[in-house]
């Protein structure tokens, strides 16, 4: 045992610095650095996949047939927020691939947390990048040096067409159709929440300015008392007939149509003061232990046949060159779910703010949920 | 037991050296305990002052800010509305659980430990699941109101989303909390006790009141604090099962730890909930080592 081992056991018995493993307030070596000191990954089998997502992410049969063709075991764990994986991440645990939002991309790339990706060693990343031209130079990841697109989503209304008519207007103000009164349920998440409110007053939807999260607060809470609750577990509200009229993303519709005994009873709108956008991606943290094999998996995820399986599997679409076929037949009785790079490039992201505008907008939103 | 078996053998330990055996064997629990809980409890108090980053970490301060912040009204009144809920659970667990109890320890006879075990055994499953179960079971398409309905109840009947779903979410959730220590305290109790009570003409109602009933406080009073810490901060049942209005301490402070991005705010709101529980608490302390001096004499 060496000094520092005794010094971190003399610290944990402490408790004083038992949050060396924790995950806050160390010091971290900038994150150019740490870059700079590590080469490029090499994409061969250099261990077990330790993979780290939602759970239910990606297709089992996809998942069991990388761990097949490489002979390696995927050791698998899942986090239930993007912010419980960045601070598992944080935290100095050890994954070789993670899959980030757009938005919590951006945050690692500006903390130094995740390893440059080289597109060339990637066989599959022409599909990619070479189609969607979109990605080459997205806003998270200056020139998706660090991540590569997973999914894409964006953010509508839902409703019950026999309850409510084949047809709404179109617009974020459908949310305060009285027929729905006691029916409906916005999403239980912060920057939709706000979002949907900044879209309707025609505000900047990452906007933290006082008084236009003031009217923002005061908008949602003239739509509240109608409100059957704030949840983002949508499929189940919309098919277990809890909710008529529901905010909710665009893959959940494509969930609830493909599980419906009725899939002709479900709408879906993407209104028309703009729908938010948002990705996935992959990318791998500078802690991972096998870099090598997490490549490899991206690889192979970015295979058509594999992607393929996956979009049916969750209902998203994945920017890859001869999947395009298979998610239009799948989104085929909701064309109003499709999600392209175009609407990803009117640019309606949620983006990472300052640590007093975040708190300003969570300010608002506990007003809203809780008042 | 264990302190008699030194006595057989040849070498008798001084009372000394006994001692020093026992609070050996209490040191990896101390260890434990410190490192695990005391120390997690002080993070939580230290980062209570705390500031986050842009980056959305936590770092330790000395502002004052966050506990400032805990001013909003809106705080005070979903704290005010989780003590309710919490209490209304509390109370409906005694209802629920001091007949299950009664009818186990004193009628129970051989099945009594497969009728504890048939109360056990469901809260193995893990309690998120099965407040989702209960989501679908109670949604307003599903079996409970179909049912309902097909026998006459109002198409406007709801359960999902309102407070009377919230408290029979926490029921369901920590009823068996209850059930324990009251099986426990009758098992205990001295059944001629009653007997004696009946031959001194007392009538059952009286009984029970002034023999069962008193003889089971402490089984109730410990039943209830089981009941009512975790359900106050509970957030499973509110999430799931609650709506707008139903939102309770235990969702605002895993949303500033989640959502918001505020870990400092969510240590602050911690330690308030915890320091508005130890006051209580405190009560029922005091309460318990009065009846247990009582009981001495």
Redesign the interface.
């Known amino acids: 045992m060496d000094r520092r081992d005794l010094l971190k056991l003399a610290g944990?018995?402490?408790?004083?610095t038992?949050?060396g493993g924790?995950?806050?307030?160390q010091t971290e070596a900038p994150a150019a650095a740490e870059e700079s000191q590590a080469p490029p990954i090499e994409m061969k089998v250099d261990g077990d996949l330790v993979y780290f997502n939602w759970a239910d992410y990606i297709d089992p049969d996809v998942k069991a047939g990388f761990a097949k063709e490489y002979g390696v075991k995927v050791i698998e764990s899942n986090f239930d927020?993007m912010?419980?994986m960045?601070a598992k991440l944080?935290a100095g645990n050890a994954y070789d691939v993670i899959f980030p939002s757009d938005k919590f991309a951006e945050?690692l790339v500006?903390?130094g947390k995740l390893r440059a990706i080289d597109h060339a060693q990637l066989t599959n990343s022409e599909k990619v990048f070479g189609t969607y031209d979109y990605f080459q130079n997205p806003w998270y990841d200056q020139n998706s040096a660090h991540t590569i697109p997973n999914t894409m989503y964006k953010t509508g209304i839902g409703w019950r067409k026999d309850k409510l008519g084949a047809k709404l207007t179109g617009s974020w103000n459908d949310l305060w159709d009285t027929r729905a009164n006691?029916?409906k349920f916005l999403l239980?998440?912060?920057d939709e929440v706000l979002g949907l409110a900044a879209l309707r007053l025609g505000y900047d939807i990452n906007t933290a300015k006082p008084d236009e999260l003031d009217k923002m607060v005061a908008l949602i809470k003239d739509l509240?008392p109608h409100?059957?609750?704030?949840s983002s577990?949508t499929t189940?509200n919309l098919s277990?007939?809890?909710s008529w009229l529901q905010q909710m993303w665009s893959g959940d519709i494509v969930a609830v149509i493909g599980q419906a005994d009725k899939p002709e009873l479900y709408g879906f709108e993407s209104p028309t003061e703009g729908a938010p956008t948002g990705s996935d991606t992959y990318a791998i943290p500078v802690d991972a232990k096998h870099p090598g094999t997490a490549m490899l998996f991206i690889d192979y995820m970015l295979r058509p046949e594999n992607a393929i399986k996956n979009i049916e599997y969750i209902g998203y679409p994945m920017p890859i060159k001869g999947t395009e076929q298979a998610y239009a037949k799948l989104v085929e009785p909701v064309p109003e779910s499709v999600v392209t790079v175009d609407d990803l490039a009117k640019a309606i992201n949620f983006h990472?703010?300052?640590?007093e505008e975040?708190?300003a907008r969570?300010?608002a939103?506990?007003?809203i949920?809780?008042? | 037991m264990l302190t008699r078996e030194p006595e057989v053998r040849q070498d008798r330990p001084t009372k000394r050296r006994r001692t020093r055996l026992w609070s050996a064997l209490t040191l990896p629990g101390t260890?434990w305990m410190?490192?695990f809980f005391?120390?997690a409890l002080?993070?939580t108090v230290a980062?209570s002052f705390?500031?986050?980053?842009?980056?959305?970490?936590?770092?330790?301060g000395s502002t004052l800010a966050n506990w400032a912040?805990l001013g909003?009204p809106?705080?005070a009144?979903?704290i005010f509305r989780s003590f309710v809920y919490a209490g209304l659970a509390s109370v409906i667990c005694l209802l629920i659980a001091y007949p299950v109890a009664y009818v186990i320890a004193l009628h129970g006879g051989r099945y009594k430990h497969a009728l504890i075990a048939a109360i056990v055994v469901p809260f193995f499953a893990n309690y998120l699941v099965r407040m989702y179960g209960w989501?679908?079971v109670l949604?307003?398409?599903?079996p409970v109101l179909r049912a309902a309905r097909a026998l006459g109840a109002p198409p406007s009947l709801?359960i999902?989303?309102t407070g009377f779903g919230v408290v029979a979410g926490l029921v369901y959730g920590f009823v068996v909390f209850m059930i324990l220590p009251l099986y426990a305290a009758m098992e205990r109790m001295d059944v001629s006790l009653i007997e004696a009570g009946r031959d001194l003409y007392g009538g059952p109602l009286r009984t029970f009141l002034f023999v069962t009933v008193p003889s089971t406080r402490q089984g109730a009073l410990a039943g209830l604090v089981l009941v009512f810490l975790p359900a106050t901060g509970d957030f499973v049942s509110a999430?799931?099962l609650?709506?707008?209005n139903q939102?309770m301490i235990g969702?605002?402070i895993q949303?500033?730890?989640?959502?918001?991005?505020?870990?400092p705010?969510g240590c602050a709101l911690t330690v308030l909930l915890m320091a508005l529980l130890v006051v209580g608490l405190s009560g029922y302390l005091r309460r318990s080592r009065r009846d247990e001096q009582e009981a001495v004499r």
């Open positions: 944990l018995l402490g408790g004083a038992a949050l924790c995950g806050f307030a927020s912010e419980s960045t944080t945050r500006k903390a006691g029916k239980d998440d912060r509240r409100l059957r609750g704030f577990d189940h277990g007939g809890s990472n703010g300052t640590a975040t708190q969570d300010a939103y506990t007003e949920k809780a008042a | 260890v410190s490192v005391l120390s002080l993070l980062l705390g500031t986050t980053d842009d980056l959305g970490n936590p770092h330790f912040q909003e809106a705080y009144k979903v989501s679908t949604a307003d398409d599903g709801t999902l989303n999430q799931l609650g709506g707008p939102i969702n605002l949303q500033k730890f989640f959502d918001g991005q505020n870990w705010l």
